[in-house]
Structures are given as C-alpha cells and as structure tokens.
C-alpha cells in the first residue's frame, strides 16, 4: 500500500518547517527507544547514528533549497506500507 503524504508546493520556508516536523518525528521515535525499548549497546548504537543520519540529511535539504535563490520548492513524500512475517531475535 502506498500512502501520499506530501504533494505540492510550498515556498522554502515552509517547506523547511514542513521537513523539519517530519524529520523531528523519526529523531524523536528513536530518542523514545533509547529510553524505553532498548536493552543493549548495540541497539542504542544504531538509534543514536540513525538521529545523527537524519540531522544531517535534513540540514543539507534545507542548505540545497536555500542555496538555489529561489522562493518556492516542490515537496513530494510517499510512505510504502507492506506486511511482512514476524521477525526472529
């Protein structure tokens, strides 16, 4: 199933809040894991790399749509849904 989350034009500061939101939305997510689901070194690990991943991918969109001068930018977001067998530990 795919779900349309995002389909239209903003001008870029919008589109910087719009992103930012999102973004915080997963930075958050795994923050609430490191303190509430995960047991070992290794899973806080790769949560703490993810957050570090996801702050800079979101500061390099905002400088990319910035650097371009321009007023307005396209924003288009799908979310891919699919069930799949439970996972094993």
């Known amino acids: 199933m795919e779900i349309k989350l995002i389909d239209g034009v903003f001008t870029i500061e919008e589109a910087e809040k719009l992103l930012t939101a999102i973004f915080q939305t997963k930075i958050d997510f795994h923050e609430k894991k490191i303190k509430t689901i995960y047991h070992t070194e290794e899973d806080i690990e ?44």
């Open 46 to 89: 790769h949560s703490e790399r993810r957050i570090m991943q996801l702050e800079e991918t979101l500061r390099n969109a905002v400088r990319k749509m910035k650097a371009k001068g321009q007023t307005h930018t396209s924003l288009n977001a799908h979310i891919e849904v699919n069930t799949i067998e439970q996972l094993t530990p």
